[in-house]
């Protein structure tokens, strides 16, 4: 397998979480977003939505799309298991990853911020400002969905989750981990988000999480 | 089941398609954004994102995010199916349901509209045209990817698509329907993707789709 990623990008993080979980081996293939890559004809013309990440099969095929990505991995290479078993457990999960994808890192990667300061004119301290509110807003959403998973799981009698649901990294753990990376970088604060941060720090301490973070990765820049 | 729902809201919209074609019987709650109904604390309280929609199940679990929502639906009434049998079909269905739900629909909720006209000081028009911008952009690239599918069908030897993927409507077109209803509302061209409309008006066609539409629900407004 082969995967177009940037080291920065938050959705190609997520992939290669999933791929260092399995123990997946692939080609890194580094695409710089800054520098307007992801736009050479050659890229564009293979994956429809000009984004990374984009995986490529053994047999060739281009999968545009981190979580489409991450459950076709799921699904070919079922163990170690990023879903748990029962559908309301898949639906848990599933749920956390989208409140990461859908509401919080979409308002924040580089060509929505280019458009605020580009287009709409916005200065650096507004383009901030959006950033902080966005993911800061996100995380607390983040924060109480877990809050209620916790008490469901103690009032079903199951032992209170280590990472963001259950004894074993996830999907909500794939997306969280680059959102947090993120959230870092430009200063959010992450106070008062005790089990989102509790997930976070169990999900570091595993080599998977390490080997695919920004840092590791061949395109990294000093 | 129940489902909070808000007759606009485009995610609200997915679930009512499948659950409509899936022929699952739900009650109907309305939860009204534009009057603030869900930050109403008996709402806020069980869902973590306090957003619609939101899926009560028949054991009384609260399930948020319309993607997770559908994928469980799935996977408890697994017929009519709305994903494809294998796992590279799935993913390409899977990955233009996410071009929707993850590239174009967030930058264009109200929340973020007001933020816009509200915090950054946009104008109205400033706003239409931030919404018309990200509703093309990302229409555009779903068109090219329906492009890239066709031909990897044909190299297959499989039938050209009449919806968005293959011949019956799956998450794709779940996603995608609610986006075309958002997109003449604000009256975005939408000329120039052929493939993406003829799945639209295909979905259209069928009965699920026109029962589940913002018109046909009992909160809708005239």
């Given amino acids: 397998m082969k995967l177009y990623s940037y080291f920065r990008s938050s959705a190609s993080f997520r992939v290669r979480i999933a791929l260092q979980i399995k123990g997946l ?12 890559e992801h736009r050479d004809p050659a890229y564009a013309s293979m994956v429809g939505d000009a984004l990374v ?11 545009p799309q981190s979580m489409a990505i991450m459950e076709y991995l799921e699904e070919l290479h079922p163990t ?10 898949r639906a848990r999960v599933r749920g956390l990853a989208q409140m990461v994808a859908c509401e919080i890192h979409p308002l924040n990667n580089p060509r929505v911020l280019k458009y605020l300061t580009g287009t709409l004119g916005a200065d650096e301290e507004a383009k901030t400002t959006w ?3 966005w993911v800061r807003q996100g995380l607390e959403a983040f924060e ?10 103690q009032a079903a009698g199951d032992s209170p989750s280590v990472y963001c649901w259950g004894e074993s990294p996830t999907l909500a753990d794939c997306c969280l981990v680059p959102q947090i990376f993120n959230a870092r970088r430009f200063e959010v604060p992450l106070a008062g988000l005790p089990l989102t941060m509790a997930a976070f720090d169990a999900c570091m301490a595993l080599p998977a999480f390490q080997q695919a973070q920004p840092s590791a990765c061949p395109d990294h820049q000093i």
């Fill in 25 to 36: 081996p692939y080609d890194y293939q580094a695409v710089h977003l800054l520098r307007g």
């Fill in 53 to 63: 990440p984009a995986l490529v099969t053994d047999e060739g095929a281009v999968l």
């Fill in 144 to 153: 109480r969905q877990l809050v209620l998973l916790a008490a469901e799981r």
């Fill in 80 to 89: 170690p298991a990023l879903l748990p078993a029962t559908p309301l457990a």
């Fill in 131 to 133: 950033y902080r509110h």
